[in-house]
């Protein structure tokens, strides 16, 4: 069985910084992009960041210049470094990764649990 597990949430200060990491994990499988969405209460989920296994990025224009997305493929893992985080960013993070297991001949997306991110004003 393949899944996403996340870690690296928390409660911050505005202006502070946070980690999150994703690790995908499982028997056998392949993986290609991976992501981060967000989604605060009452609104929808939304696009943090994605990038491809060779480290090409994309990012929403709210989080361009202060967060940073990158991955270790030899780890199957992705980071996403927040900085100059703000009240607004206060949501819980999911990470998403296209998958496709070994016993299987086509790709999905995958999410994880999901990981609270607070910041206080």
């Known amino acids: 069985q393949v899944q996403l597990v996340e870690s690296g949430g928390g409660l911050v200060q505005a202006g502070g910084s946070l980690k999150l990491s994703c690790r995908a994990s499982g028997d056998c499988f392949s993986i290609k992009d991976m992501g981060w969405y967000r989604q605060a209460p009452g609104n929808q989920r939304e696009l943090v960041a994605e990038?491809?296994?060779?480290?090409?990025?994309r990012y929403a224009d709210s989080m361009r210049g202060r967060f940073t997305i990158s991955r270790d493929n030899a780890r199957n893992t992705v980071y996403l470094q927040m900085n100059g985080l703000k009240p607004d960013d206060t949501a819980v993070y999911y990470c998403?990764?296209?998958?496709?297991?070994?016993?299987?001949?086509?790709?999905?997306?995958?999410w994880g649990q999901g990981a609270q991110v607070t910041v206080s004003s």
């Open positions: 990038i491809t296994r060779q480290s090409m990025t």
């Open positions: 998403q990764a296209q998958l496709k297991p070994c016993s299987t001949s086509s790709w999905s997306a995958y």
